[in-house]
């Protein structure tokens, strides 16, 4: 099932050890440390765990829109509000895996839900959006 081939792309980023530095955008750097469970990550404060489930449907949500979704931003919006729309990935994921609901605010785990995709060669980052990868599509069969 391609939900597991997602979950060994990450896992694979860490080779023998536990760690990995990630960059956003800007370059600058956050660690990430792998559990059983998903990962923690060190720029996201006191909620730092993102479970599989994060990865996983935000790689649902690009198969089901024909390979790409924006990714939107939880600064300033709420839930279903200008630019965290249902059908971008901060959106989806607060709906899915954080079952938040319309009208709410959302933590904000967009750098390191991307950028980690990104790392493991999931997923490329255009203009705003994110996109599954030909490599990954033709690997997990999507």
């Keep these: 099932m391609w939900e597991e081939t997602v979950v060994q792309h ?28 998903g990962v923690d990550v060190s720029n996201l404060g006191a909620l730092p765990f993102l479970p599989w489930t994060v990865f996983i449907e935000t790689i649902r949500l690009l198969k089901e829109r024909g390979g790409r979704a924006p990714v939107g931003n939880a ?14 990935v901060e959106g989806y994921v607060a709906l899915t895996v954080y079952q938040k609901k319309i009208g709410d605010t959302v933590f904000r785990r967009r750098v390191p839900v991307t950028r ?27």
């Design 10 to 37: 990450i896992r694979a980023l860490f080779g023998s050890g536990h760690t990995f530095q990630a960059r956003n955008l800007n370059g600058e750097a956050f660690t990430v440390t792998l559990n059983n469970e």
């Design 75 to 88: 600064m300033n919006s709420r839930l279903g509000h200008g630019e965290l729309p249902l059908e971008c």
């Design 116 to 142: 980690i995709l990104i790392s493991a060669g999931l997923c490329d980052y255009a203009e705003g959006q994110l996109l599954l990868t030909t490599s990954f599509k033709e690997v997990a069969n999507l």
